[in-house]
């Protein structure tokens, strides 16, 4: 009897555990929402979109998001285009080519990378690709949305490899058997075939690359610049989505129009991050068909 | 040989070049902080706390800040996380709310660290008026933890043959009686693996605490789970980005001491992974 | 001397999503008796034995039709863990729990909130004993129960169920893994049992079914085709499809 109770409170905290989960996400948006609609009381929603000019302390201040928005896409275009080559590539290597123990170590490897805490690779943007970089091109400053994007790049590699990964090695064998049976080479099998099957996956790890890549605050605020203005080129300072919340967020008063502003783009960054968790998501799902 | 074999071998080849293009930074990354780092981490660096405006001294009061802010996590994360999970392998059923649950589970971990820390800012900091305090950056990176817990223990659930389920029913026994002998027990060894890797991140995580718990100097140890506290990951940040004149060997040296905290935890996990796939019981 | 019904269904249907593998079937189980239910491979004899301790339900598709009745009363009206504990059941494979032979034992009992070692180490002897199997592994309780042959796993599945005392054992082809020497083993422990339990038998094998049972229910398609006493069933039965069964026509 007593036994009977027991189970019943711990069934009812399994229940709402589960509950939680689905909380949690709607307090996160809902929060982020509450904030920044006291924003859109005092300043227009189309400045916010649309402004070409982020001057917060500016007397009027200005939140025209357009110069952070273009910072974030620089950033992450230039990121995308380096990491999906590679990515893919390593991908197809690990999965196809490399023999067992090698398959371990470079798997391992992978892991070790993937465990690198994002601020140690700021760092090391600051003290060492940097300068590099700007020796070696030329620039005026190290600190530009390309370091940014060689970092970032870096980072969303694991998430790429071991997504695509598990796409190549999903794709079943008989197709693999059905092209040796008709005598074409291990890498026309892998090119022709393998890879086209496993193309919902690998868009998948390319969304993901992507939302990791967009969602990524300490790399960015660290050396690309932090200046919010529309960028020219890569190769100059430049400021996203993210570096904006987490460096302002500090000199804001609670309750001002900048605090309020922050949420906004809290918001912005949200939808962008959710709409492309949705789609990966529906592409892993036909993946596994 | 024709051409066919010679196209592959480029191929190969060039597949084999992409990899080592990647594989060699990370082995570079590694030692370039080693070799820079290691000459600092002393004794003293590790157990002093920072000096004239940390361009001296070390790094004890951040350690001790980041094993204070993973065992906070661990100790909300945990239980939320495996209940979540045991409800979503066991009880849930195939309808529309178990479809938003696991939904749910896949947006939390695509969400950006900053919003985490926005969000923890606006409801442990401020509405639950907790400030910036271990508890409320615990809270925070703990629903940041969520979804690899999650995901971590429903692998292992998953994994536990269902006649070990059949058998338990069979004999009488209740859900939970089953669930708590029959299959709890077995999913350990994948729950551990997943939460200590979960903390491994935690561990490394900046853009959470920024607005939650973090300090900038704080030489005293937290004496209650209302201090704020000094983390790691923070403290590298602030000496690489707002310290002047900051001596390059001791910000080596945290980022050193960071990664080898990350790595230790990550071996524990690989370890524990390996111990239990050794004793495989079924 | 009439015998005593203990469980009695009602108009049974077993469906499994749109797919209905028992059809209408009313039979009646009298206290103490070796019933068999034969008939070819997917004719409901699985789901009609695991639908008597409310298992098929673990199974999220399944819903069912019609009344089951234990000692008179529905089973609807009886929780799921108390009527299994009463109607046990033997599995086809012996599937044992991956630990040592004592715990596989102990681990109904102490489920039902048995406590203190000397009552369990009884109880585990007791039903060893019964099952057979204790002069075999007394000296090796400890030792993990895998290590069993497969006879002696399934005499291990046979003790772990009579640990809680239950009225009523059913076996699912409990045979269909073991050799011969094993499943005489099987089948002189069911002998033996009779005097204590209820047993329902279904079987693959109409040659166990003629050794053991007393009395044997033909099902073919979901359907009771013919019931009666083992021995008249095998010699002269009424159906024609019996017969061809039986004769090995089919199945």
Redesign the interface.
Known sequence: MFRRINEKIIESCIKLSGLLVIIFVFLIFLFLLKDSISLFGQYPIGQFLFGRNWLPISEPPKFGIVPLLLGSIYVTIGAIVICVPFGVAAAMFIAEVAPGYLKHVLKSLIEILASIPSVVLGFIGIVWLGPFLRNTFGLKTGMCGLTGSLLLAFMALPTIISICEDALVGVPRTYKEAAFGLGATHWQTLWRIILPAASSGIIAAVMLGIGRVIGETMVVMMVTGNAPVIPKSILEPLRTLTATIAGEMGETVGGSEHYFALFAVGVVLFIITFMINLVADVCMRRAKK | MNA??I??KI??L???I??L???I???L??F??VKNGISAVTWTFITQSPRNGMKEGGIFPAIVGTIVLVIGTMLFSL??GV??A???VE????NFFTR??K?????????????????G???FV?LMKLGTSILAGSLTLA?MS?PVI?TATKEALESVPF???????????????TIR??VLP?AIPGILTGTVLSL??A?????PI??TVAAFYLPRLPRSVFDQVMAL??H??TI??QVPNMP?EL?FAT?FV??AL??IM?LVSIILRAHYRKKK?? | MKQETIIKTVGLNCCYGSLCVLKDVNLEIYKNEILGIIGPANSGKTTFLRALNKLNYLNSSYSQKGDIYFSNESIKNIGENILRRKIGIIFALPQVLPVSIFDNVAYGPKVHGVTGKNTISQVVENALKKAYLWDEVKDRLNEPAVRLSGGQQQRLCIARTLAVEPDVILYDEPCSGLDPISTAKVEDAMQQLKESYTQILVTNNTKQAARVTERCVFLLMGEVIEVGETDALFTEPQDKRTDDYITGRFG
């Not at chain 2, 009880?91 to 195939?94: E, G, I, L, T």
């Not at chain 2, 939904?103 to 969000?119: A, E, H, Q, R």
């Not at chain 2, 006649?163 to 939970?176: H, M, P, Q, V, Y």
């Open positions: 066919a074999r196209r592959q191929a190969f060039v597949l084999a992409a990899t293009l990647i594989v930074p990370i082995l990354t590694i370039y902080i239980p939320v209940l979540s045991i409800y979503l009880y849930a059923k195939d938003l649950v939904l749910s589970v896949v947006n939390l971990s695509g969400i950006p660290s900053i919003i985490y820390g926005l969000f800012f606006t409801l401020l629903i969520l999650i006649s070990f389920r059949e058998i338990s029913f069979s004999l009488g026994a209740t859900k939970w009686q002998y029959c077995y491994s991140r561990a490394g995580e900046t853009a920024l607005f990951p923070y590298l940040y690489s980005t390059m910000s980022g960071l990664i990350v790595f990550n019981l079924w």
